[in-house]
């Protein structure tokens, strides 16, 4: 479903003059050419054009270009000082530490922070130079990617392949940051990391019913539209249920997946009876029918944990995502303050002790400035609404992932959402199924070097290679 835009983020892009000479030199995926043939048709790419030249692609938004970063508005860190210096802070109940929500205390040491030593234009800068960006038009949206193509780098290995990596809520792309230099430096595969509709500097959709199938669609389409027919996919959080989608809706596009989050109905009663009924006493007793797997155990006592203290986040922003706006657009401490207690709560991590975190405070900061340069919070919110009311979680759990499409899980410690294994194998042909002692909701963010191996030893292995090299030259398998 198509949104039809009408503010262009192209205020928030300050382009600079790298364009493609023609939209198929971006088609680097789908054949097994030379290296002497990418090399041309990099060079082909790196070309400076004139302005005549820069000008006419402007008008065919769908050309992807070169991007710089920017805020939105010219007055962002002057009125943000002023709003972060007269900031007030509630009372607290002394003995409440974090059971109420966020710390006053840290919230204040954060606040303090942003005002004091984060520096935006610094961070901003790192993220220009050390990220390629880029942005073109997608089922109707301008939607923005970072793109790391090893092919221009020389590399000689003869099976690069196109990953998709997607994020969720409150991430951004940058959660990404360290995983995909990590990648880079492996030269396995095109990574394509974009900014869902709706999130920092992509479009936010202008119509109803946006939710996580329009989202699959449009990250499909832009695989599409960047060459890569054949392409492999990942995701946490929202990520993971897109990228199920995706991998639902375009088997013979999206050729493996690999999620870090994992919500699945019990197994049904008509396929696997023995595991359904394991399933529901399961929930009920774990500690009995799980008693020789503590990681099961602890699958069944998370469900029941976010269901009872953690979920009101999700209900609100799936019914009333506009009324929370207005406070989290508005007040900068507000959204530091809504996004620092999912990031300190569903991380790995204890938020009293900030030196052992495994994210800095800076890089924290980003996330949160992210958000508040583009002005994204509230349409980001509205993909529980949309997903929610267009019931298109619904109509994703009750579908398996069809079997030629093989899954890779990652489950890091303190994931926020996991199921017991049995569970998923009915909806889904799991080839890898990796535990982590380790870590939490946000993976890639906290632990980039596991993340990293995890990621490339599931894409790497036989099973997934030789999927995508029959796939490219017409085998069947």
Known sequence: MSAQPTNSLEDSFVSIHEKTTSQTSFSTSTSASFHQEHHHTHSHREQILDEKSVVEEKD??????????????????????????????????????????????????????????????????????????????????????????????????????????????????????????????????????PSLPGFGWSQAP?????????????????????????????????????????????????????????????????????????????????????????????????????????????????????????????SPVGLLSWLTEKYLGWADLDPTQPETWPFSKTELLTQIMIYHSTETITSSTRIYYETYHNKDMQWLLRRPVPSSVPVGVGVWNKELFMVPKAWADDYMNIISWHEFPKGGHFAAFERPVEYEKEVTDYFTREEVLDAFTAKRYGFKI
Not at 65 to 80: E, G, N, Q, V, Y
Not at 211 to 224: D, F, S
Request: aromatic share 12%; net charge positive.
């Open 60 to 193: 065919d938004p769908t050309v992807p270009r070169r991007i710089k970063l920017s805020a939105r508005r010219t007055d962002l860190l002057p009125t943000l000082q002023t709003r972060l210096s007269q900031a007030t802070f509630p009372d607290q109940i002394e003995a409440a530490g974090w059971s109420y929500g966020t710390e006053t205390g840290l919230l204040k040491s954060l606040t303090r922070e942003w005002l004091h030593n984060y520096d935006w234009e610094k961070e901003l800068n790192h993220l220009n130079q050390d990220y390629d960006h880029w942005t073109c038009r997608v089922n109707g949206l301008d939607i923005h990617y970072v793109r790391h193509d090893p092919w221009a780098e020389k590399v000689k290995d003869p099976i690069v392949m196109p990953l998709l990596l997607i994020h969720g809520w409150p991430g951004t792309w940058y959660e990404f940051g360290k995983a995909i230099q990590l990648l880079k430096k492996r030269g396995r595969f095109q990574i394509i990391v």
């Open 206 to 330: 202008t119509e109803k019913k946006f939710g996580t199938k329009a989202m699959a669609k449009t990250l499909h389409e832009l695989m599409q539209q960047l060459g890569y027919k054949y392409y492999l996919a990942q995701g946490g959080d929202w990520g993971a249920i897109i990228t199920r989608t995706i991998a639902t809706l375009y088997p013979d596009n999206c050729l493996a997946i690999h999620i870090n989050m994992l919500p699945c109905l019990p197994p049904r009663p008509w396929s696997s009876p023995f595991q359904f009924i394991k399933a529901i006493t399961g929930f009920v007793l774990p500690s009995v029918v799980y008693k020789n797997n503590p990681r099961e155990q602890a699958s069944i006592a998370g469900l029941k944990l976010y269901a009872v203290e953690e979920g009101a986040y999700f209900f609100l922003q799936s019914t009333k995502p506009q009324t929370l706006g207005h406070a989290l657009q508005d």
